[in-house]
C-alpha cells in the first residue's frame, strides 16, 4: 500500500492516498449483506446520511484494514462497489 511520509518531519503521521473502494452510496439499499461479509469489518451504514432512495448508504471505515478482497462487490445485489487492488510497492498510489 502506498503511503506519503514528509521526509522532513521524523515519526509523523503516515497518509494514506491509495483509497481500495469507490462507492456508489445513491444505489445503496441498506441492507447489511456487505457488513456481514465483509470479513476486516470495516464497512457500516452512514447514519447521518439519508440517500436519494431514501436509505443511509454503506461507508468504507477504515480504508488501511481493507485488503480489496472484494467479497462486498460479490455479494451486494445493487453493484454499489468497485474494488481497486492495492499497488505494488514501487508504483504511484
Ligand atoms: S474489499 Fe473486502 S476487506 Fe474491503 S471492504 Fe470489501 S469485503 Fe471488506
Ligand atoms: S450489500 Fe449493497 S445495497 Fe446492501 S448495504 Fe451493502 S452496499 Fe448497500
Redesign the pocket.
Known sequence: MAVAVPRSTPGATRVLTFQPLEIAAER????????RACPKHC?A?DTGLVNPLGYH??RLTDAAACTSCAL?AR????V??TVYAAPRRGEPA
Not at 28 to 35: Q, S
Not at 75 to 78: F, N, T
Open positions: 445503496c439499499k441498506g441492507c447489511e449483506l456487505c457488513i464497512l451504514l448508504p454503506i462486498c455479494i451486494c445485489p445493487d454499489v462497489f
